[in-house]
């Protein structure tokens, strides 16, 4: 274990001392200061090195537990379950621009597409059918937030029907995102947004078993979309 006097971290500021003091934590552990496996500092060394108390210290440990950052283990101290924080990440990709949003979200439909091509069956198919239909164009839904509801439903049956299921949880966790950044996007009158027409040519390279082209319609959909962007900030705050 690396010793308080190895390691020096920056105060944490008056305005949320518990707050600063997980970013603080995290941030040792996302650099590598303690490796995953490794016991870190106790909390009279943590207060230390933050100048804080020590209940402020055992509050920021129990959030960052809670995350599975870190686990204590009672009688023997704090050790690093892992480096990456999936709550964190997806606050920063939370406050990421709408072309960085829109650049991810076509990577993985592109490989869901693909992957869908291979997996899929008759069934999946008319599902993914019924599941386009329901969506439908914009001006199809008296509410945005059912249009936007009806488009994740459908890319996210194409996501599970790909067979990898790895994909199939990274989009489902990843949608909560897309639900937002759609819903901003919709805001922006002069963003063009893909209709029934290029969600029918990925649904039908699916059911040809074209891999190739499944991906490329699915890349395809948030191309206008992503150059738009190019010319703006996208950003959303």
């Keep these: ?40 500092p106790t909390e009279q060394e943590l207060a230390g090195m933050l100048r804080v108390g020590r209940n402020t210290v055992r509050e920021a440990i ?5 995350a599975h950052v870190l686990e204590v283990r009672q009688g023997d101290g704090t050790y690093v379950r892992s480096n990456v ?9 939370g406050r990421s621009s709408l072309r ?9 439909e ?8 291979h997996h899929r ?5 008319a599902l993914l059918r019924s599941l386009l239909k329901r969506r439908g164009e914009r001006r199809d839904h008296e509410l945005r937030e059912a249009f936007v509801d009806a488009d994740i439903e459908f890319h996210e049956a194409i996501a599970r029907i790909s067979g990898n299921a ?33 969600h029918e040519t990925v649904v039908d390279a699916i059911d040809r078993r074209d891999a190739e082209a499944a991906a490329a319609a699915a890349r395809a959909l948030s191309a206008p979309l992503i150059k738009a962007l190019e010319t703006s900030d996208g950003s959303v705050g």
């Design 1 to 40: 274990m690396k010793t308080a006097m190895s390691i020096t971290l920056p105060q944490a500021p008056r305005r949320s001392l518990v707050d600063s003091a997980i970013d603080a934590i995290r941030t040792q552990v996302e650099g590598g200061a303690w490796n995953v496996g490794e016991k870190i």
């Design 62 to 66: 129990r959030v960052l537990s809670h």
């Design 85 to 93: 924080d999936a709550a964190e990440i997806m606050r920063r990709v």
């Design 100 to 108: 960085d949003h829109f650049e991810l979200r076509a990577m993985l």
């Design 110 to 117: 592109t490989e869901a597409a693909r992957l869908a091509a």
């Design 121 to 125: 069956s008759k069934a999946d198919v």
């Design 166 to 198: 790895a994909l199939a949880e990274l989009y489902r966790y990843f949608s909560s995102a897309v639900r937002f950044y759609m819903l901003s996007a919709l805001d922006e009158r002069d963003l063009p947004m893909p209709g029934m027409d290029p």
